[in-house]
T-cell receptor, first 117, second 108 residues
Framework: DTAVSQTPKYLVTQMGNDKSIKCEQN?????MYWYKQDSKKFLKIMFSYNNKELIINETVPNRFSPKSPDKAHLNLHINSLELGDSAVYFC????????????????FGPGTRLTVL | DAKTTQPPSMDCAEGRAANLPCNHSTISGNEYVYWYRQIHSQGPQYIIH???NNETNEMASLIITEDRKSSTLILPHATLRDTAVYYC?????????FGQGTELSVKP
């Protein structure tokens, strides 16, 4: 069973379109994340949700809107796609708990490669 | 958030131990050191973490210096499948901050 899954795996679209990436985790975790990995391979956190509530929102354009229908899902909707949005997007989850230790271990999905033409 | 410094790349012969260093001189007393790796085109994978004591699991060992300013990840018998980018992270405020990592190439 896949712990953290993302769909689609690949997404190719035109500039200006609106698209969504879905993420699901079956680990029973409370906290989920979206990361972006650009062409230079730097991984940067974008958002974090804890029990459907937004807790981390890094400096991300408001064209990006995360949506958490329940604590097992965190979807990422992107409006008016731009060339610079091309990247690999990773979803991750962790069990909420006290700082440090095992509870901070994050489990990552396989990634969604977004290409904007 | 404490910053980490790692060499950009390392080579290791298959079957030998791979020792990956990490400096984190500004680490604070309650911050853990985490290691993740990213095999090409896959999501990052948790390896191990520690606070003060040395740690070992089925994947690797983590040696943390007594002053906690540096650590070393040890893969005892590297295989070709261990070729990946290895990230040393000091956890800060609920988020993982990934640096450039060390690109480990295991060669036959």
């Amino acid at each position: 069973d896949t712990a953290v899954s993302q769909t689609p795996k690949y997404l190719v679209t035109q500039m200006g379109n609106d698209k969504s990436i879905k993420c699901e985790q079956n680990l029973g975790h409370d906290t989920m994340y979206w990361y972006k990995q650009d062409s230079k391979k730097f991984l940067k956190i974008m958002f974090s949700y804890n029990n459907k509530e937004l807790i981390i929102n890094e400096t991300v354009p408001n064209r990006f809107s995360p949506k958490s229908p329940d604590k097992a899902h965190l979807n990422l909707h992107i409006n008016s796609l731009e060339l610079g949005d091309s990247a690999v997007y990773f979803c991750a989850s962790r069990r909420a708990g006290t700082s440090g230790g095992v509870s901070d271990t994050q489990y990552f999905g396989p990634g969604t490669r977004l290409t904007v033409l | 958030d404490a910053k980490t410094t790692q060499p950009p790349s390392m080579d290791c012969a298959e079957g030998r131990a791979a020792n990956l260093p990490c400096n984190h001189s500004t680490i604070s007393g309650n911050e853990y050191v985490y290691w993740y790796r990213q095999i090409h085109s896959q999501g990052p994978q948790y390896i191990i973490h520690g606070l003060k004591n040395n740690e070992t699991n089925e994947m690797a060992s983590l040696i943390i210096t007594e002053d906690r300013k540096s650590s070393t990840l040890i893969l005892p018998h590297a295989t070709l499948r261990d070729t990946a980018v290895y990230y040393c992270i000091v956890r800060g405020r609920g988020k993982l901050i990934f640096g450039q990592g060390t690109e480990l190439s295991v060669k036959p």
